[in-house]
């Protein structure tokens, strides 16, 4: 069982398309990161949240830090091919900056 | 500015042979990770450095799995002798420090592919 669910493990959608992923806990992270990877590289920080409730919103992507800090989701609008990849969250439990990261949700956009 | 270094990108052994990648961080961060990405799953962390001297490697199968970063530079994983459940991408990143909400900058990875 990871620490970090994250939902769902796939998903096709058409150019244009709305989604969200989810990132799941039972434990409170001191604060949470997404990431974007692709094929032949490594992950590339896209957002940190740290306060619970946090939004944050980076172009047409909007992230959410739950309130109790246990659960986040990022929501893609008019989702665009470039968007193809996985999405990684990844919680800190302490002090620190040592990650635990989820299981990934890939992501495909079809033009 | 250069990002994570890492070598080689592609690695294919025989189980029970040995195997070495080899990670460049970049220049002045004093924090160092590895992890193992098996196919289809999330990065696990396995071991942390900061300088030279080791923080976390609670989850680094000790018995086969080493690393080292000697001068607080450059580091090394070596796994010997590998098994087929260690095929999987091992990347490397790094941070300016282990603080809190420090980015941690990953390099492409070293996939390893153990028949």
């Known amino acids: 069982t990871q620490l970090l669910e994250q939902s769902p493990q796939f998903l096709s959608i058409q150019e244009g398309e709305n989604l969200t992923v989810y990132c799941n806990s039972s434990s409170v992270f001191s604060s949470l990161q997404w990431y974007r990877q692709e094929p032949g590289e490594g992950p590339v920080l896209l957002v940190t949240?740290?306060?619970?409730?946090e939004v944050k919103k980076l172009k047409r992507l909007t992230f959410q830090f739950g309130d109790a800090r246990k659960d986040s989701s990022l929501h893609i609008t008019a989702a665009q091919p470039g968007d193809t990849g996985l999405y990684l969250c990844?919680?800190?439990?302490?002090?620190?900056?040592?990650?635990?990261f989820g299981g990934g949700t890939r992501l495909m956009v079809k033009p | 500015e250069a990002g994570v270094a890492q070598s080689p990108r592609y690695k294919i052994i025989e189980k029970r042979q040995s195997v070495a990648f080899w990670c460049n961080p970049i220049s002045g961060h004093a924090t160092l990770y590895w992890y193992q990405q098996i196919l289809g799953q999330g990065p696990k962390l396995l071991i942390q450095f900061q300088n030279n001297g080791v923080v976390d490697d609670s989850q680094l199968p000790k018995d086969r799995f080493s690393a080292e970063r000697l001068k607080g530079v450059d580091s090394t994983l070596k796994i010997q002798p590998a098994k087929l459940e260690d095929s999987a991408v091992y990347l490397c990143?790094?941070?300016?420090?282990?603080?809190?909400?420090?980015?941690?900058?990953f390099g492409p990875g070293t996939r390893l592919t153990v028949l």
């Open positions: 990844a919680g800190a439990l302490g002090a620190g900056n040592m990650l635990t």
């Open positions: 949240v740290v306060t619970g409730g």
């Open positions: 990143a790094s941070s300016l420090t282990s603080g809190s909400y420090n980015e941690q900058f």
